[in-house]
């Protein structure tokens, strides 16, 4: 059971430069989150999907997209990169309705110069 | 939208001593309220988590109340141990379609051997 992964661990990218991060679960959970995490921010959601087909913003959606490709598979794009997404992204499942707990993935540390 | 607000930014504590973490929250509507650990270069877990019909939860050497009229909850770590020393997130979740969660800025606490 290899809980929430995330790939690629590492990325840097030029801007104006576009690329997806790749987020799968293996625990049969129906909602999945894309956070990103900032210094002396916290973590702030980007998009969530509350089911397979359906997504939302979250608090900062701007110049991002994601896909919910199927139950296990969550993925977040940048059309265009930019220096302001720099930045640590984590995505994240849980069991929804049975309980509130959100699981993260190890993360991905994204560098745009 | 929901705001959480984490106090202290950073915490020192002997090893033995106690730590405590404060949070306040803006929406009266919230009613779960979990706690996150973040170990270097990892995803958060989480660690204990309280719903709004209960004043207090323990486990083992953690505890967290929760006070709705003010609107505040806090993290209670005793007898702490070098590896408590993290980065702490409290959160809060007003329901949903998928419960999101708002996330305080995180504490870093570093315990003192």
């Known amino acids: 059971n290899a809980g929430v992964t995330q790939t690629p661990k590492f990325q840097v990218l030029k801007t104006g430069q576009s690329m997806t991060l790749q987020c799968a679960q293996d625990m049969n959970h129906n909602s999945m989150y894309w956070y990103r995490q900032d210094p002396g921010m916290g973590l702030r959601l980007i998009y969530y999907s509350a089911s397979e087909g359906t997504t939302d913003k979250g608090e900062v959606p701007n110049g991002y997209n994601v896909s919910r490709l199927n139950k296990r598979e969550f993925s977040l794009r940048l059309e265009s990169a930019a220096p302001s997404q720099t930045s640590v992204y984590f995505c994240?499942?849980?069991?929804?309705?049975?309980?509130?707990?959100?699981?993260f993935g190890p993360g991905t540390r994204l560098t745009v110069t | 939208g929901e705001n959480v607000e984490q106090h202290p930014s950073t915490l020192s504590v002997q090893e033995g001593d106690s730590a405590v973490i404060k949070c306040t929250y803006s929406?009266?509507?919230?009613?779960?309220f979990p706690w996150y650990k973040q170990e270097l270069g990892k995803g958060p877990q989480l660690i204990i988590d309280i719903r709004s019909n209960v004043g207090e939860k323990k486990d083992q050497r953690i505890a967290v109340t929760l006070n709705k009229t003010a609107k505040h909850f806090s993290l209670h770590i005793t007898e702490t141990q070098p590896e408590d020393s993290a980065v702490y997130f409290c959160?809060?979740?007003?329901?949903?379609?998928?419960?999101?969660?708002?996330f305080g800025s995180g504490t870093q606490l570093t315990v003192l051997p």
């Open positions: 929406d009266s509507a919230s009613n779960y």
């Open positions: 959160a809060a979740s007003m329901g949903g379609s998928a419960r999101q969660l708002t």
């Open positions: 994240a499942s849980s069991d929804q309705p049975g309980t509130y707990e959100q699981y």
